[in-house]
């Protein structure tokens, strides 16, 4: 089995909610940021949300602010990206990513570009109709 896992992707129509999982089969899963990219069909991969792992700080894609949610349960070591109001552009595969064991950041600052994260999941298609 692949290191981090993702579900819930599904076809939805534009409006509705969507949660997305990601297990992480790792051992050190409470002591990483989490993420979650997407990429959309000829469009590169992009950042949408994190969350770090000694706190509960998260930023978040301009364009998602308000609609998605990123959370954690580490007792459950998987992260949780929470879409509301979905709109034809969120259509995408989305992809769930490790940051890098122990690393903090500066006030401010946060993992947004993919070679700030150590490994990534295969990711699962949302399709959102109109």
């Known amino acids: 089995q692949a290191r981090l896992v993702e579900s819930g992707g599904v076809l939805v129509q534009a409006g509705g909610s969507l949660r997305l999982s990601c297990a992480d089969s790792?051992?050190?899963?409470?002591?990483?940021?989490m993420g979650w990219f997407r990429r959309a069909p000829g469009k590169e991969r992009e950042f949408v949300a994190t969350i770090a792992w000694n706190d509960d700080t998260t930023y978040y894609l301009d364009s998602v602010k308000g609609r998605f949610a990123i959370s954690r349960d580490n007792g459950k070591n998987t992260v949780y990206l929470q879409m509301d109001s979905l709109k034809p552009d969120d259509a995408a595969v989305y992809y769930c990513?490790?940051?890098?064991?122990?690393?903090?950041?500066?006030?401010?600052?946060?993992?947004?570009?993919?070679?700030?994260?150590?490994?990534w999941g295969q990711g699962t298609q949302v399709t959102v109709s109109s």
């Open positions: 990513a490790a940051g890098f064991r122990d690393v903090r950041y500066r006030f401010g600052e946060f993992p947004h570009r993919e070679d700030e994260y150590d490994y």
């Open positions: 790792g051992g050190t899963f409470s002591r990483r940021a």
